[in-house]
């Protein structure tokens, strides 16, 4: 299984841009790089996610080093309720998912 | 339609009883997992079905925890002798896959409490 690096907590004003940093340096070929965030109370939800290429969705957008081993998530306009844990996961279909501890999001107002 | 379902919401049992939690995938996606957060803590994997292929139980973390799923379909996670240090959150989510990668639906999870 992948490992993942994430910053344990970040902390942003509302309407800034955030970018959520990941180091996957152990990822393989075959990896998709998924993006889930869990608000508070709330199971985790699917944001992002990509292979090679840079990937943009209504969510959020997805920055992928050109050799795969680290990515960002970046969220355009932070509100308060984008306050959450954001999770990088390695994942390939048809294999377990290991969630790491994640990202925690403050945001200010 | 519906999304992943699980019950109960709640359960509080006293240590050394046994507890089934149940859960609802949606329709047609073959694949199933359980995880389990405790309070504060990161999601920690328990148990994942893919179609019919043997479950991966490398995640459970004794033997005391088992899951079945019946006709492709529900699921439910039992815990026989309950400990304390069981209370969590049990969230169970499904997938549909699709090529080399998935997306996972998730449940609301049922809150345990072991006394």
């Known amino acids: 299984d992948a490992k993942t690096t994430q910053p344990n907590s970040m902390e942003s004003n509302e309407e800034e841009p955030v970018h959520l940093p990941c180091n996957h340096s152990?990822?393989?070929?075959?990896?998709?790089i998924h993006w889930y965030r869990q608000l508070p109370s709330q199971g985790p939800e699917y944001v992002i996610h990509?292979?090679?290429s840079n990937v943009n969705n209504r969510m959020a957008s997805l920055a992928i080093a050109e050799d795969r081993k680290s990515s960002t998530l970046i969220l355009h306009r932070a509100t308060l309720r984008d306050a959450a844990v954001y999770y990088c996961?390695?994942?390939?279909?048809?294999?377990?998912?290991?969630f790491g501890a994640g990202t925690r999001l403050f945001v200010k107002a | 339609g519906a999304g992943v379902s699980q019950s109960p919401s709640n359960k509080v049992t006293e240590k050394g009883k046994d507890v089934e939690l149940r859960c609802d995938p949606i329709?047609?996606?073959?694949?199933l997992y359980w995880y389990r957060q405790s309070l504060g803590q990161g999601l920690e994997f328990l148990i994942y079905?893919?179609?019919?292929?043997?479950?991966?139980k490398s995640g459970l973390p004794s033997d005391r925890f088992s899951a079945e799923r019946t006709g492709g379909s529900v699921s439910t996670l039992t815990i026989q002798r309950t400990q304390q240090e069981d209370s969590a959150v049990y969230l169970c989510?499904?997938?549909?896959?699709?090529?080399?990668?998935?997306?996972?639906?998730f449940g609301p999870g049922t809150r345990l409490l072991v006394l």
């Open positions: 989510a499904s997938s549909f896959l699709t090529g080399e990668w998935e997306t996972q639906y």
């Open positions: 152990t990822i393989s070929g075959t990896d998709y």
């Open positions: 990509g292979l090679t």
């Open positions: 996961i390695p994942l390939r279909g048809g294999f377990k998912t290991i």
């Open positions: 329709s047609g996606h073959t694949a």
């Open positions: 079905f893919q179609g019919n292929s043997a479950p991966d």
